[in-house]
């Protein structure tokens, strides 16, 4: 069935257990010490605070667990109550000792949660396609102190990062995350068209439409990894719209691109690909048709057959910005 709900309240009404975040943790990336320090030294170098973070649309809470090693508070965000749920349960420890504080909220209404001016870093990890990045970032900038950082990072559909595997499994693995994801992008009214169409538009720009003004912003930083691979985890054949290139960066924006085919190198199996494409929403773990299932068939022998495991890597977008 094709669903008639907007990317927003889709979230939103999702539910998920812990065996979904599971599955999901197990099968995405996971964000390295490199990595976060990036954020970490940008937000020194520019004179920002280790005092209040807010880590928003933070799911299973991985990455508010991390930021409370190094900030005195933590406030973690979601719009989905089960989110939530499983964030509390496995930030227990850091919620009663009262380092972590969960609420639910949507990334354009913060500025119910915080005070102008609280708060010393944002993280927006994986989620700003599915928002309205206008109204977030006007909200991200009023809750913000001076000299407080923005960073907002995505990672798109999975590669294969060896030569010849890339050659021949690619091509299959876009097949199937194509037919997948087409039974829930298509279709639907306006507001479900519009809202994929922003969606799918923010992940073929690579985040280049979120625009970041400089009467607000400055030091903005745009880091992408294997941009010259696709961000979005499906194709034009997986829509029923046009996808639309364009870009708002500023021309004071400093833009760093890197090819790095072991940027959080991950090594599956056939079975690690069906438990990713089985985790980017809830509705794909039961999608498992004869034509899909023939197309993993596929994919498996040409990955090398069963046991056969291959290198992975990911196209990835890092924007940093500090409040004027």
């Known amino acids: 069935m094709t669903s008639t709900t907007d990317t927003s309240n889709f979230f939103r009404s999702?539910?998920?257990?812990?065996?979904?975040?599971?599955?999901?943790l197990a099968a995405r990336p996971h964000y390295d010490k490199n990595f976060y320090d990036l954020i970490y030294d940008y937000h020194r170098l520019h004179k920002g605070f280790m005092e209040t973070v807010h880590d928003v649309g933070?799911?299973?809470?991985?990455?508010?667990?991390?930021?409370?090693?190094?900030?005195?508070?933590?406030?973690?965000?979601?719009?989905?109550?089960?989110?939530l749920a499983v964030a509390r349960?496995?930030?227990?420890?850091?919620?009663?000792?009262?380092?972590?504080?969960?609420?639910?909220?949507?990334a354009e209404t913060l500025t119910d949660v915080h005070p102008e001016c609280s708060v010393d870093l944002i993280t927006a990890a994986e989620c700003l396609p599915l928002i309205d990045a206008e109204k977030a970032v006007q909200a991200f900038s009023t809750i913000l102190k001076p000299n407080g950082t923005l960073a907002i990072w995505f990672y798109g559909?999975?590669?294969?990062?060896?030569?010849d595997a890339a050659r021949r499994c690619q091509p299959i693995l876009e097949s199937i995350l194509d037919m997948v994801c087409s039974t829930t992008v298509?279709?639907?009214?306006?507001?479900?068209?519009e809202a994929w169409k922003r969606a799918t538009n923010r992940m073929?720009?690579?985040?280049?439409?979120?625009?970041?003004?400089?009467?607000?912003?400055q030091h903005v930083e745009r880091?992408?990894?294997?941009?010259?691979?696709?961000?979005?985890?499906?194709?034009?054949?997986?829509?029923?719209?046009?996808?639309?290139?364009?870009?708002?960066?500023?021309?004071?924006?400093?833009?760093?691109?890197?090819?790095?085919?072991?940027?959080?190198?991950?090594?599956?199996?056939?079975?690690?690909?069906?438990?990713?494409?089985?985790?980017?929403?809830?509705?794909?773990?039961?999608?498992?048709?004869?034509?899909?299932?023939?197309?993993?068939?596929?994919?498996?022998?040409?990955?090398?057959?069963?046991?056969?495991?291959?290198?992975?890597?990911?196209?990835?977008?890092?924007?940093?910005?500090s409040k004027k």
């Open 89 to 106: 349960h496995r930030l227990d420890s850091l919620i009663s000792s009262q380092v972590v504080k969960l609420v639910q909220s949507t």
């Open 14 to 24: 999702a539910k998920y257990d812990e065996d979904y975040w599971n599955s999901y």
């Open 223 to 321: 880091r992408k990894w294997n941009s010259e691979y696709a961000m979005s985890f499906y194709g034009p054949d997986a829509c029923d719209f046009e996808i639309t290139l364009s870009s708002k960066v500023g021309p004071g924006e400093k833009e760093v691109k890197n090819k790095d085919l072991q940027f959080w190198e991950r090594q599956w199996d056939l079975a690690g690909v069906r438990r990713f494409v089985q985790a980017l929403l809830p509705t794909f773990g039961h999608n498992n048709d004869d034509v899909v299932e023939g197309k993993y068939k596929e994919l498996g022998e040409a990955m090398g057959g069963e046991g056969a495991v291959r290198k992975i890597t990911w196209p990835v977008v890092l924007i940093l910005a």
């Open 157 to 163: 559909r999975p590669i294969f990062a060896e030569a």
């Open 186 to 193: 298509k279709g639907g009214g306006p507001q479900h068209k």
């Open 58 to 83: 933070t799911g299973p809470g991985q990455v508010a667990a991390e930021l409370a090693l190094h900030f005195k508070e933590v406030v973690a965000s979601d719009n989905n109550a089960s989110h």
């Open 204 to 217: 073929a720009n690579f985040l280049d439409d979120i625009e970041l003004k400089d009467d607000t912003w």
